[in-house]
């Protein structure tokens, strides 16, 4: 089953002067095709401005298709009886934790999202439970989120969003703000959700060492899709991923170095674990 599929999808940002006249517009996304799967862990990846935010708010249904057509789990973006259940089909992780902590105690955070869909009570703390279990934050369910690293506020997040039981979650750059430390957790966190609560995952980064265990990865360049396969296709690309301003992980860009200075590596590397097996290999 698709869980979102996009055709010929485009956004228009129309910006108008005091009267009302057109000023200028930007296609910030100019026909994308796509499709994700449910259960898949999907990776779009792009440099600043190429349109991953606006097709976040497009899945969302904050905003409307201008041209095409995009379905979340089913349900037609464009039509507005299906908002709700659209939202809660496939929640959404934002980059700045801050902003997405309400309460001041961690499990009346993760509780608040399922508050809001009236779920009875006893429901709710049963979900809390099982939301702050998958994301590893237990132990911290009657702290302050003030006093959590932004890695901890963040994995709260993503149990709130969990509480409402979607079917997929949308991140919009989730570890942007985050420590080194606070990407892993995250990564692993939402790898975790994928694998054991086969919740679909649509992960919006510039990083690319975050995408090497993603099933699929897209790269949009100028809203559009401009490359998408395997991270180890994708990663093979190494000259294509620097033409639209993507840094490649340094592992992959130092075996591309080697293979051109003539030494016999196979393409997209990823982990400094396939590199060393891959130059062992040539020993032997
Ligand atoms: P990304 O998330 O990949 O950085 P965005 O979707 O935020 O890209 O932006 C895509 C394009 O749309 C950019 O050119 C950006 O300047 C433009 N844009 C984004 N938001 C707005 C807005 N609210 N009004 C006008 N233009 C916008
Ligand atoms: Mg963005």
């Known amino acids: 089953m698709e869980m979102i599929e996009a055709k010929n999808l485009a956004y228009e940002y129309i910006r108008r002067d005091e009267e009302g006249n057109?000023?200028?517009?930007?296609?910030?996304?100019?026909?994308?095709?796509?499709?994700?799967?449910?259960?898949?862990?999907v990776a779009i990846l792009g440099h600043n401005g190429s349109g991953k935010s606006t097709i976040a708010k497009q899945i969302n249904a904050i905003l409307e298709p201008t041209e095409g057509t995009l379905y979340v789990n089913g349900m037609n973006t464009a039509e507005p009886e299906h908002l709700w259940d659209i939202r809660q089909s496939a929640g959404m992780v934002f980059q700045n934790p801050d902003?997405?902590?309400?309460?001041s105690v961690v499990e009346e955070d993760v509780a608040f999202g399922p508050e809001n869909l009236g779920i009875p009570t006893e429901e709710?703390?049963?979900?809390?439970?099982e939301s702050l279990s998958a994301v590893g934050m237990t132990e911290y369910r009657s702290h302050s989120p003030n006093k959590l690293s932004g890695g901890q506020k963040q994995r709260v997040a993503i149990a709130g969003i969990m509480a409402m039981r979607p079917r997929c979650i949308v991140l919009d750059e989730p570890t942007a703000m985050l420590d080194p430390d606070g990407r892993k957790e995250v990564l692993r966190t939402l790898h975790e959700l994928n694998r054991a609560e086969h919740v679909t995952i649509l992960l919006i980064t510039h990083y690319m060492d975050e995408v090497i265990h993603a099933d699929k990865v897209i790269v949009m360049d100028d809203g559009k899709i401009v490359?998408?396969?395997?991270?180890?296709?994708?990663?093979?690309?190494?000259?294509?991923?620097?033409?639209?301003?993507?840094?490649?992980?340094?592992?992959?860009?130092?075996?591309?170095?080697?293979?051109?200075?003539?030494?016999?590596?196979?393409?997209?590397?990823?982990?400094?674990?396939e590199f060393t097996e891959a130059i062992e290999a040539l020993k032997a």
């Not at 902003?99 to 309460?103: G, L």
């Not at 709710?124 to 439970?129: A, D, F, S, T």
Request: charged fraction near 30%; glycine fraction near 8%; avoid cysteine.
């Open 22 to 41: 057109v000023e200028g517009i930007t296609r910030a996304v100019d026909g994308v095709t796509l499709d994700v799967k449910a259960g898949d862990f």
């Open 124 to 129: 709710i703390w049963k979900r809390v439970e």
């Open 227 to 273: 490359m998408q396969g395997t991270p180890r296709e994708v990663f093979s690309h190494v000259e294509e991923l620097k033409a639209h301003r993507l840094d490649v992980p340094q592992v992959t860009e130092l075996a591309y170095e080697l293979q051109k200075e003539g030494m016999p590596l196979p393409d997209g590397i990823l982990t400094i674990k």
């Open 99 to 103: 902003n997405q902590i309400i309460a």
